[in-house]
Structure formats: structure tokens, C-alpha cells
């Protein structure tokens, strides 16, 4: 099982808004290397729910993979603001993994606290610049900031 951190706006769509749907489309994304991470995905990886954009930013819950890549199908939706003329139903450019909630954590793991973390030196959410939506975590980073709880 691999594991990884996804990021939303909460005012997008919000931990609670994936507890109260269960499972949702993780749809929308336009930045090639999270695209690329979104298609090493496998049914069971972990993921580390993030609220970004927000008050205090930070990891609020955890869910779970449970298909593998396919086309994101609101590329192909001239209405959506995903919308990508350039991209076929032959030779799609975009992907989107379903994600399943599992639980709310006890208490935000703020980024702040990530950062000033001397284990977690390597987490690629915390580089300066980062603005990937989906990004990998390793075993050890994901068992620290959970142990963080």
C-alpha cells in the first residue's frame, strides 16, 4: 500500500463534505505531476485528507483509494471549469482516483507543526514552492504525522 496527501479548499470541498458523500471523484486536477501521481494510485493507498487555503491549513482527516486511474470526465464538459479542448476520449490527458472517507482526525495537524518537525524535513508538502494537490508520503512521514494526533 502506498500513501499519500491530498489537498482541498474547505470551502471547495471540505472533510465533512466527504463524510457526509462517503466516496467521492477526486475530479479537477490540472497539474501534470499530481495527474501523474493521481495515476500510480492503487485501491486500498491511504491518503492524508489536507484543508489548504484556510485559517489554519493542515491535515484533518484520512480516507482511502478505492479505484484505480481513469479519465476525469469533466474534461470532456464544455459547462465544467475543467473543461480541456484539447483533450480526447482517445488519448485523455486528465485522471481522477474515488476516495473513500475513513475517519476525521482528533485535531488538525497544522502545517505549521509539520514544519518545525525535524522528521518530517523531507515531506514534499513543506518544500518552498509546492503547490501540487497530490502528492506521495512515505510510510515513515505517514505513521509520524498520525502518531501527531
Known amino acids: 500500500m502506498n500513501h499519500w496527501l491530498m489537498k482541498s479548499e474547505p470551502d471547495e ?3 465533512d463534505e ?3 458523500k462517503k ?3 477526486w475530479s479537477g486536477v490540472r497539474n501534470y505531476q499530481a495527474r501523474n501521481y493521481l495515476r500510480e494510485m492503487r485501491k486500498g493507498d491511504g491518503v492524508l485528507f489536507y484543508h489548504s487555503s484556510c485559517a489554519e491549513p ?3 482527516g484520512i480516507a482511502s483509494v478505492t479505484t484505480a486511474a481513469y479519465a476525469d470526465p469533466t474534461q470532456f464538459d464544455p459547462k465544467s471549469d475543467y473543461f480541456d479542448a484539447k483533450s480526447t476520449q482517445a ?3 486528465w485522471s481522477l482516483v474515488e476516495v473513500k472517507f475513513k475517519r476525521k482526525l482528533k485535531r488538525v495537524i497544522a502545517l505549521a507543526e509539520l514544519k518545525d ?4 524535513q523531507g515531506l514534499t508538502l513543506i518544500r518552498p514552492g509546492n503547490r501540487l494537490s497530490v502528492l506521495p508520503v512515505t510510510a515513515a512521514q505517514w505513521d509520524f504525522i498520525l502518531g501527531l494526533e
Open 18 to 20: 466527504l463524510a457526509r
Open 117 to 120: 518537525r525535524k522528521e518530517l
Open 13 to 15: 470541498f471540505s472533510i
Open 58 to 60: 493542515g491535515v484533518v
Open 23 to 25: 466516496s467521492e471523484p
Open 91 to 93: 488519448a485523455p490527458r
